[in-house]
């Protein structure tokens, strides 16, 4: 996929000299926003959700436009590599970039991106079968270490988000999961229900629906808070363990864009942020928290992710050697 990704690079970077920058008051033309995923799935219902919020706040036209490939990568390479800095294409980032800097797939890094803002943060879980022998998270633990590799932990594809959450989870407790793979959340909680695999560590909008149907028993979420669709589920950190991690999705473009640009697009999703329909909309369609960062709350968030996901994506593909 390297060579693949190399590849699709080298036509961006010749794409891209060929577009020059706009001046004057920005934005001054419709803004692309790259969705590095299918239409459909999380981060397109993000961007599709918060276009009519945007264009009020940028006073422009968003034109959402969806790049699949590599888990992301080729969407993520041509918002670096087939624009200017100049703020008019934009992506969305979120903890799949780290982990595929960290596993080799792509021929940059997270710092190559000015990343402006976090617009949302999910939760991870542990989420096990509703009949499971396993009431509560200790007792999860427990039965994990007493029996190393017998746990059946499912999430979507390798060098995922899921997957990575799901490897630092076992690092940091000390534990030993058999991992399985499959293509997409929708059929991880399939096969969660199914009893094919144990566990999955998926996000609470994806666990929902087998939850209420009573197949699904979410043993803990791994946010700072309580989530939102279970908020009689205790997080991690309530129970005494010092494990915080989210997903989140922002807002990036090519390295470079002017303070002007920047602040800008801080305003515009500042006011997003506090709509009430837009937290209406990401807790309903999407189990998620409107909780913006900027600056340097921004920073210190993508470092403690970056130097999780990145590190733990290392030892994943060591263990592939």
């Known amino acids: 996929m390297k060579r693949l990704i190399a590849t699709l690079v080298a036509g961006f970077i010749v794409t891209g000299l060929a577009l020059s920058a706009s001046a004057g008051s920005y934005p001054e033309k419709p803004i692309t926003f790259i969705v590095p995923y299918s239409a459909g799935g999380s981060s397109d219902t993000l961007v599709r959700g918060m276009q009519p919020f945007l264009e ?30 100049d703020g008019y294409t934009v992506t969305l980032p979120s903890n799949a970039v780290f982990g595929l800097e960290g596993l080799g797939n792509v021929p940059w890094k997270h710092g190559d991106f000015d990343t402006v803002a976090r617009i949302i943060t999910e939760d991870y879980s542990i989420t096990v079968r509703a009949d499971s022998e396993w009431k509560t998270l200790d007792e999860f633990i427990a039965y994990a270490k007493a029996n190393p590799g017998k746990i059946k932990m499912g999430f979507s594809g390798f060098g995922s988000s899921t997957h990575i959450v799901a490897a630092a989870f076992a690092d940091k407790f000390g534990l030993e999961f058999a991992f399985i793979p499959y293509k997409g959340g929708s059929k991880t909680v399939a096969a969660t229900m199914g009893g094919h695999i144990d566990a999955n560590t998926h996000h609470p909008a994806e666990t929902k629906a087998g939850v209420d149907a009573g197949k699904l028993r979410v043993l803990a979420t791994m946010g700072p808070k309580r989530s939102n669709l ?38 515009a999703l500042t006011q997003v942020a506090a709509d009430p329909e837009f937290n209406k909309f990401i807790v309903e369609r999407m189990g998620g928290t409107v909780s913006p960062a900027f600056g340097a709350d921004l920073d210190a968030f993508i470092k403690e992710m970056s130097d999780l ?13």
């Open 56 to 85: 009020k706040a940028m006073g422009q036209t968003i034109v959402p436009k969806n790049v699949t490939g590599g888990g992301g990568a080729v969407g993520m390479s041509q918002a670096l590599f087939a624009s200017k800095a």
């Open 230 to 267: 279970f908020p009689d589920v205790p997080t991690m950190q309530e129970l005494g363990h010092d494990w915080v991690v989210s997903q989140w999705r922002g807002v990036a473009m090519l390295k470079g864009v002017s303070p002007e640009v920047v602040s800008k697009w801080e305003e």
């Open 309 to 321: 996901f990145i590190s733990t994506a290392h030892r994943l593909k060591a263990k592939q050697k």
